[in-house]
């Protein structure tokens, strides 16, 4: 069977897509692209036993949105047109694997103010997240689930995973422009792992990580845009015992 974005394993991939879907609900909120809005719930789609087809919930609420035909996600955009994501679930899992061919696109949320969708682009191993724009059908491609800011602002995304390579540990875009303009791309040296504690407001992240380096420690720390842009300004900071 196919991985996740960023699970391990096939045994782990339903639990991690239970987990994020819980931090996700708490955290992503949307607005009207470059507007402040008061924070809107994304649609969240649900799946059974680490199935690729959207439920049946999901369906009813995103009618007209998406569309689902065996492998191919279909995703319907503005002015009439489409964009299809065509995948090979039969090499994924069974006598016929093939991990160079394994591919699932699976539909995981919508964002109905700032007109998103987020998709699951999942390979045998890892895989990745599309933010892809009803208006244009442009995408941008992030390694771990994405999170809005509470105004729809930014958009933030935090690669914690040990299976996969990182191509950043955090990275912020901004949701003014049509795909999202990245704005900060922090890649370590030696092996943290970072996480979201609170989002004050749109231009102030609170962040705590483990370090492990020549000392292992706990990081807190405050990522905030200023008028030459994010900066990571690093707080306190507790050592842990080896």
């Known amino acids: 069977m196919f991985k996740s974005a960023t ?3 096939a045994g782990m991939f339903a639990k991690s897509h239970i ?3 819980v931090l996700a609900t708490l955290f992503l909120t949307s607005s009207c692209l470059g507007q402040a809005a008061p924070a809107q719930s994304p649609i969240v789609c649900d799946f059974k036993d680490g199935l690729a087809v959207e439920d049946a919930t999901c369906q009813a609420k995103l009618k007209g949105l998406f569309e689902r035909k ?8 503005d002015g009439g047109t489409s964009k299809a994501y065509i995948g ?11 991990a160079s061919k394994c591919l699932v696109f699976r539909m ?4 109905p103010q700032s007109q998103f969708y987020l998709v699951e682009k999942g390979l045998y191993e890892c895989g990745d997240y599309l933010f892809v724009s009803r208006r244009t059908g442009r995408e941008t491609v992030m390694s771990a689930m994405p999170v809005l800011s509470p105004n729809g602002r930014y958009l933030l995304s935090i690669d ?14 901004s949701m003014r422009t049509d795909p999202p303009e990245l704005e ?3 890649q370590a040296k030696q092996y943290e792992n970072w996480e979201l504690t609170t989002w004050k407001d749109d231009t102030h992240i609170r962040l705590k990580a483990w370090i492990n380096g020549k000392t292992s420690y706990d990081q807190e720390a405050e990522l905030v ?4 842009g994010w900066t990571l300004k690093l707080g306190k900071k507790t050592d842990r015992p080896r």
């Open 160 to 173: 914690d995973s040990d299976a996969c390579e990182r191509k950043y540990d955090i990275a912020v875009w």
């Open 7 to 9: 699970s391990p394993s």
């Open 88 to 98: 090979n679930s039969a090499a994924c899992d069974g006598e016929n694997v093939d």
């Open 184 to 186: 900060f791309n922090y």
């Open 108 to 111: 995981l949320r919508y964002f």
């Open 225 to 228: 845009r200023g008028a030459e």
């Open 70 to 77: 065996g492998d191919t996600l279909i995703l319907n955009l």
């Open 19 to 21: 987990l994020l879907s």
